[in-house]
């Protein structure tokens, strides 16, 4: 059986791989180029640049021999899934790797922007001593709100209330509290919420928009280590600019590399490069689950 992992993965996991058998080719490939190579594997492993679209599904499925597609991560927003699974193509990923990685990040946002490391950092190195204009916030008894409630949102939920924030929620798969924290309406998410994050997958259309930042709290925080377009940057520029929301942590973009200058030089935002699960732990973690998925996939003669 012939591996091909075109974004990288953790040396264990490889090396794993290749201790039960399998041949493992560790090469990125352009999206022609990756129209001819897939022909030649059974299974390809990719991350979040590879793009597994309709013509290399179809180029796949020509070639008869490809049966596996594992997304290194959690959401395969960057696979067509259902396209893939009618030609015959298995689609798999790793959900329970990342998800403390992300919740830090989250949780290291919200920290940045109560108290203003980002704005520091940068004027302490241009030579101001703004000791006086950076006035934060504590954590402790603020409000968190949460869009999504799966296995990133409840690692982030367990943080934050390890710090003594209260923790609502609003899920479209749950109807109850849980886990000590409070169920709420999406409307009434907005209007409580000192912090709003979100965890859910992409979407045809943002979940937070215009309509959605009218309802918010004067002075709310928004966080976004989910995906790019769950929510709109055009409205948040526009409510960072109001004064309606005081600050936004964001790790995803729409477009990635994000051109979006505007929204990365602004004032108001701390952001990073989509680096939620970028740590060495769950990328070891990524690693074994994505050998587990392989492994069980073939053994069992799928």
């Not at 004027?123 to 504590?138: P, S, V």
């Not at 928009?209 to 520029?237: H, P, W, Y």
């Amino acid at each position: 059986m012939r591996i091909l992992v075109t974004d990288g993965m953790a040396k264990s996991g490889i090396e794993a791989l290749k201790a039960q058998g399998f041949e493992v080719v560790e090469q990125y490939f352009e999206p022609e180029e990756l129209k001819e190579q897939i022909k030649n594997f059974d299974a390809i492993v990719v991350r979040s640049a590879t793009k597994i679209r309709q013509p290399i599904i179809d180029a796949a499925a020509a070639g008869g021999r490809l049966k596996l597609i594992v997304r290194a991560g959690v959401g395969v927003d960057n696979i067509d899934v259902d396209y893939a699974e009618e030609k015959g193509i298995a689609v798999r990923n790793t959900p329970n790797s990342s998800s403390a990685s992300v919740a830090e990040l989250t949780i290291g946002h919200m920290f940045t922007l109560a108290r203003f490391l980002h704005h520091s950092n940068l004027t302490m190195r241009a030579g101001q001593w703004n000791k006086k204009i950076y006035k934060g916030i504590e954590l402790a008894n603020k409000t968190l709100g949460l869009i999504g409630f799966g296995r990133i949102a409840r690692e982030t939920a367990k943080r934050a209330k390890a710090l003594g924030m209260n923790v609502i929620f609003t899920d479209i798969a749950l109807t109850e509290s849980c886990d000590g924290c409070e169920f709420v309406s999406m409307d009434q998410l907005l209007t409580k919420s000192d912090f709003i994050s979100l965890h859910v997958p992409a979407s045809g259309k943002p979940i937070l928009g215009q309509e959605e930042f009218s309802k918010m709290k004067d002075g709310v925080f928004v966080i976004n280590c989910a995906r790019g377009g769950v929510v709109c940057e055009t409205a948040l520029l526009e409510a960072l600019d109001s004064g309606k929301v005081a600050g936004a942590g964001i790790d995803v973009f729409i477009e990635e590399p994000t051109k979006n200058e505007k929204l990365v030089n602004h004032n108001k935002v701390s952001v990073t490069p989509h680096i939620g699960a970028s740590t060495k732990e769950a990328q070891d973690r990524v690693g074994a689950e994505t050998v587990s998925v392989i492994s069980e996939f073939f053994n069992k003669g799928a």
